[in-house]
């Protein structure tokens, strides 16, 4: 029974992070997109600006000839509307930015964080994550043996020789150990 409630706990935690790795492939899809409509407005909103400060430059040149000199300089006109558009698209691409972060720093959560269960009593329950080896999928024939060598005591090196010399390995079979016949006298 825990077994299965520990499947259901992993097979939730593995839905829930990959909800969350897919909001946040959506959220910086979103990013990228309101990214380029920003700069796609810019440049719009640069282009608007530098042919109204043309038309500016026009008219006030024209008007310089026609207008005296004591009268104060025309007022300034509003922001045109793709300039608002280029600006709330900024906004917008800002916003989407700060939610995939905060979504990309969600979806690397640690499993105990997001399990993590308090009782009435004040017990804590959270998930442990550990790597381990399924013992019954060994093969030992590819088995890096060298690898694992750092690992062995002395106890379950000698056993492994002892088990070396019962299978048949004599004098001059394995190198780094000294394997000789030895006889005892034995009394019964």
Do not use: C
């Not at 959506?26 to 042919?51: F, G, N, S």
């Not at 024209?62 to 709330?88: G, H, S, V």
């Amino acid at each position: 029974m825990f077994r299965q409630v520990a499947r259901g706990l992993r097979r939730r935690r593995e839905e829930k992070a990959e909800e969350e790795r897919l909001e946040a492939a959506w959220l910086k899809r979103i990013a990228d997109d309101a990214a380029a409509e920003a700069q796609r407005l810019e440049k719009v909103r640069l282009e608007a600006e530098e042919r109204e400060r043309k038309a500016k430059a026009e008219e006030e040149r024209t008007a310089q000839a026609a207008i005296p000199l004591d009268e104060p300089p025309a007022p300034k006109e509003e922001e045109t509307e793709e300039f608002k558009t280029a600006l709330a698209a900024e906004d917008d691409a800002k916003a989407a930015e700060e939610r995939a972060k905060k979504a990309a720093k969600d979806a690397s959560a640690k499993s105990a964080d997001m399990e993590r269960t308090r009782g009435t009593h004040g017990a804590v329950s959270s998930q442990r994550t550990r790597w381990i080896h399924d013992e019954n999928n060994v093969d030992r024939a590819k088995l890096d043996l060298e690898k694992l060598r750092q690992h062995f005591n002395e106890d379950a090196v000698h056993k492994a020789i002892r088990s070396f010399i019962k299978a048949g390995g004599r004098k001059g079979d394995l190198a780094g150990a000294d394997i000789y016949e030895h006889t005892d006298t034995v009394v019964r």
